[in-house]
T-cell receptor, first 114, second 116 residues
Framework: EPEVTQTPSHQVTQMGQEVILRCVPISNHLYFYWYRQILGQKVEFLVSFYNNEISEKSEIFDDQFSVERPDGSNFTLKIRSTKLEDSAMYFC????????????FGPGTRLTVL | AQSVTQPDIHITVSEGASLELRCNYSYGATPYLFWYVQSPGQGLQLLLKYFSGDTLVQGIKGFEAEFKRSQSSFNLRKPSVHWSDAAEYFCAVGGRSGGSNYKLTFGKGTLLTVNP
């Protein structure tokens, strides 16, 4: 069964450093998403992406964040200058269509900012 | 704004017992409702979803959920719990939020412990 994959599974970085989290969505899916879950808190929507542009972003998704689909298979989340409060589990998801289509989630990348 | 409340942070049941996990939502129109399960170190796996039609939906692993519009609820049930069901369960509501796409809003999750 096709699945969303994410790399790395765990990333440790120093505050102020840039990190790139990578995702490979399911191959025929057209809509892509990033969510995050700070330890002990809810899973929160960050951004959705379609047709090579951001469809929607939350207020969390400030100028420090960016997303890109650099090729036909990868979908990346970049944090330019990490802060301690960026430490969280980051989930990538994809869906075939919108509205009624199910979002399929990857296993997540745990980001630890020291 | 859409929101989801899962009133129970942690539930413990005995193997073989029945299970009901509560979920209440707030959404201005007809919601799309989901239950996801997360095992340790794993991603979020979809258990079931409700979009329209029959208010009782069946999912994987023997789970079902009932949409009750009058109570704004979407509770998850299983008649007989197995030890492998121990995990964290998330209820989510989706819907159009003004853009050309839609986002999921999650509850805080309910951690299920199963005693032998």
């Amino acid at each position: 069964e096709p699945e969303v994959t994410q790399t790395p599974s765990h990333q440790v970085t120093q505050m102020g450093q840039e990190v790139i989290l990578r995702c490979v969505p399911i191959s025929n899916h057209l809509y892509f998403y990033w969510y995050r879950q700070i330890l002990g808190q809810k899973v929160e929507f960050l951004v959705s992406f379609y047709n090579n542009e951001i469809s929607e972003k939350s207020e969390i998704f400030d100028d420090q964040f960016s997303v890109e689909r650099p090729d036909g298979s990868n979908f990346t989340l970049k944090i330019r200058s990490t802060k301690l409060e960026d430490s969280a589990m980051y989930f990538c998801a994809s869906s075939e269509g919108r509205y009624t289509d199910t979002q399929y989630f990857g296993p997540g990348t745990r980001l630890t900012v020291l | 704004a859409q929101s989801v409340t899962q009133p129970d942070i942690h539930i413990t049941v005995s193997e073989g017992a029945s299970l009901e996990l509560r979920c209440n939502y707030s959404y201005g129109a007809t919601p799309y409702l989901f239950w996801y399960v997360q095992s340790p170190g794993q991603g979020l796996q979809l258990l079931l979803k409700y979009f329209s039609g029959d208010t009782l939906v069946q999912g994987i692993k023997g789970f079902e959920a009932e949409f009750k519009r009058s109570q704004s609820s979407f509770n998850l049930r299983k008649p007989s719990v197995h030890w492998s069901d121990a995990a964290e369960y998330f209820c989510a509501v989706g819907g159009r939020s003004g853009g050309s796409n839609y986002k999921l809003t999650f509850g805080k999750g309910t951690l299920l412990t199963v005693n032998p």
